[in-house]
């Protein structure tokens, strides 16, 4: 039984994951808001519902994979170490490179590029894109709460994860600005990790001590 659903997961991975690489090449070619859904099915050889069922949004074919970075960023909050500060975990997490900025493939830079570009000229995904950051920023709140025994009311947990995703969304600005300007990859890299690391000394002298894990004796 344990295998049967394995090999069905896996399956059903397949498929969605074919379905979004279609949907990226479509988009790619005659953006977002030129392509459909009823022929993304057809390009990828599934019904129309079959799509709905992997996304319930058009726009979640873009940004699936960003349900990770939520469930990872908050999974290094609460894991951090004792004595460690939330703004240290976030901080770690935040200068690890991943996706197609740190991808080896040597296409990825054409691949980010072309993302890029798409999600610059479409005003909904965009839209998407924010909501997206407003609901990092309030799960991101809630558990710093909850971290710090935080009365309600209190509006430190808040103003510290804005603060802190303030940082995130600054830098895909910054990345986007220059992919669209035709930045290298690997000096985007170098740039972006410099621009972290400026923005996140400029919060360490006001949140550097908030929320740190106490040590036991």
Do not use: C
């Not at 040597?106 to 909904?124: D, H, K, N, Q, V």
């Not at 710090?148 to 969304?169: E, I, K, L, Q």
Request: proline residues 4%.
């Amino acid at each position: 039984m344990s295998t049967e659903l394995g090999l069905r997961e896996r399956k059903k991975q397949q498929t969605r994951e074919r379905i979004a690489e279609t949907a990226r090449r479509l988009f790619a070619e005659r953006g977002f808001e030129g392509v459909t859904v009823a022929e993304i099915a057809r390009a990828a050889e599934v019904a129309e519902k079959t799509v709905f069922n992997y996304f319930p949004t058009k726009e979640d074919l873009v940004y699936w994979r960003l349900e990770s970075f939520e469930e990872e960023l908050l999974e290094t909050i609460r894991r951090r170490a004792p004595g460690e500060s939330i703004l240290a975990a976030f901080s770690r997490f935040i200068l690890r490179q991943r996706g197609l900025l740190a991808a080896p493939d040597p296409e990825a830079g054409e691949r980010l590029a072309a993302i890029t570009r798409m999600i610059s000229e479409s005003p909904a995904l965009r839209a998407r894109e924010q909501r997206i950051f407003g609901r990092y920023t309030d799960s991101l709140a809630g558990l710093i709460a909850e971290e710090t025994g935080a009365r309600p009311g209190d509006a430190r947990p808040r103003v510290a994860a804005n603060a802190m995703m303030g940082v995130h969304r600054t830098l895909v600005d910054f990345a986007r600005e220059r992919i669209v300007a035709g930045m290298e990859r690997d000096r985007l890299a170098r740039d972006v990790r410099a621009r972290t690391k400026q923005a996140l000394e400029l919060l360490e002298e006001g949140l550097g001590d908030y929320g740190v894990r106490p040590t036991t004796s």
